[in-house]
């Protein structure tokens, strides 16, 4: 079993910018392959960006393209997310995800994720 824990949320302006972390206490990260997944209210929970254990590979939601970028620092066992430009319809609770193994056809989809932190708020303002 693999606890994840998010952080970083919170209220930010549009255009603003936010750094979520994910860890796992305990635990090392190094060997999953870790997504990002968002859900705003009445919405279904949707892919935000995905990366590989080795951090070669990144994939991106085509919403976020550009703004967000993820990450990992594995000496620090942490995943983050960077969000950058931010948008009102950013605003959804972000949730982190740990993954055996994703690949090209399976990142976007969160059946792929065995575990899952509880999530963070992110609210953007006008």
């Known amino acids: 079993q693999v606890q994840l824990v998010e952080s970083g949320g919170g209220l930010v302006q549009a255009g603003g910018s936010l750094r979520l972390s994910c860890a796992a206490p305990?635990?090392?990260?190094?060997?999953?392959?870790m997504g990002w997944f968002r859900q705003a209210p009445g919405n279904k929970r949707e892919f935000v960006a995905a990366i590989t254990w080795s951090g070669s590979l990144t994939y991106y939601a085509d919403s976020v393209k550009g703004r967000f970028a993820i990450s990992r620092v594995y000496g620090k066992n942490t995943v983050f997310l960077q969000m950058n430009s931010v948008k009102i319809e950013d605003t959804a609770v972000y949730y982190c995800?740990?993954?055996?193994?994703?690949?090209?056809?399976?990142?976007?989809?969160?059946?792929?994720?065995?575990?899952w932190g509880q999530g963070t708020q992110v609210t953007v303002s006008s």
């Open positions: 995800a740990a993954a055996v193994s994703i690949h090209s056809g399976s990142y976007s989809t969160d059946s792929t994720y065995a575990y």
């Open positions: 305990g635990r090392p990260l190094s060997m999953y392959d």
